[in-house]
C-alpha cells in the first residue's frame, strides 16, 4: 500500500494564481482531511470529509476549497493565492468508526508551498 | 477552543537518557494522540490514549484525564529518536478533528 500521497512536494507561486494540491489514500479510509502547519504554530484543521459527497470547514478554511468525489482523493484548491498561504500543507485520512479523531491518522509527506 | 501547551519546547539529550516529554490542555478531553514528525517531514502516529497508559518498544505515554496532563517518555534514547513530538487532543464526539500541540523538537546527540 502507498498510504496517503499528496502531489507536489514543493510549489512556488504568484499572489493570485490557482492551483490544486492533491492528496490520496489507498486504505480505503472515509475520514480525510487538510491541515496546514506554520512556524511556532501547531498543525491546524482546513477542511475535512467524512465521506464522498459530503466536506465541511475546519479551523481556517479561508481561501480553501475541497471536494470529495472518490472516497480516495481529496483535492485541496486554493482559488487565489495569497502570502498568507505559505505553509507546509498536510493531507490526513483514518477511518471513522467510532469518530474520526479516536482512530490512528494517516499523514501524507506533506507539500511545502510558497506565495510570492 | 482547548489550549494545548507542551513543554518543553526544545530538548537536547544524550544518548541513554531518560526523556519526558509533557502536554497539557485547558479543556476535558476524551482522548490523546502523539505523534512524531520526522527531520524530514513526514508525520506518524504513535499513540492513542483516553487513560492509564500505553506502551510500545522504547516509548510508554501516559495520561490523567482529571489533572489535564500527559507525558511520553523515551528510554535509552538514541539519536533516531531525534524528532519533533506532538501532542493532539480530542474533545467531544471527536467529529471536529484534532486539536494540536507546538511541537517539541528533541535532539538526541551521540
Known amino acids: 500500500n502507498a498510504g496517503v500521497t499528496q502531489t507536489p512536494k514543493f510549489q512556488v507561486l504568484k499572489t493570485g494564481q490557482s492551483m490544486t494540491l492533491q492528496c490520496a489514500q489507498d486504505?480505503?479510509?472515509?475520514?480525510m482531511s487538510w491541515y496546514r502547519q506554520d512556524p511556532g504554530m501547531g498543525l491546524r484543521l482546513i477542511h475535512y470529509?467524512?465521506?464522498?459527497?459530503?466536506?465541511d470547514q475546519g479551523e481556517v478554511p479561508n481561501g480553501y476549497n475541497v471536494s470529495r468525489s472518490t472516497t480516495e482523493d481529496f483535492p485541496l484548491r486554493l482559488l487565489s493565492a495569497a502570502p498568507s498561504q505559505t505553509s507546509v500543507y498536510f493531507c490526513?485520512?483514518?477511518?471513522?468508526?467510532?469518530?474520526?479523531?479516536?482512530?490512528?491518522?494517516?499523514f501524507g509527506p506533506g507539500t511545502r508551498l510558497t506565495v510570492l | 477552543k482547548n489550549e494545548v501547551e507542551q513543554s518543553p519546547q526544545n530538548l537536547t539529550a544524550q544518548e541513554g537518557e531518560f526523556i519526558t516529554i509533557n502536554c497539557s490542555y485547558s479543556v476535558g478531553i476524551s482522548a490523546l494522540h502523539w505523534l512524531q514528525q520526522h527531520p524530514g517531514g513526514g508525520i506518524v502516529s504513535l499513540f492513542m490514549l483516553s487513560s492509564g497508559k500505553k506502551k510500545h518498544g522504547r516509548l510508554i505515554a501516559t495520561i490523567n484525564i482529571q489533572e489535564k496532563h500527559s507525558s511520553l517518555h523515551i528510554t535509552a534514547s538514541h539519536p533516531r529518536d531525534s524528532a519533533v513530538y506532538i501532542c493532539a487532543v480530542v474533545v467531544g464526539g471527536g467529529a471536529d478533528g484534532l486539536t494540536f500541540g507546538k511541537g517539541t523538537h528533541l535532539i538526541i546527540q551521540p
Open positions: 486504505m480505503n479510509h472515509e475520514y
Open positions: 470529509s467524512v465521506g464522498a459527497g459530503i466536506t
Open positions: 490526513a485520512s483514518s477511518y471513522i468508526g467510532q469518530a474520526p479523531s479516536y482512530n490512528e491518522q494517516f
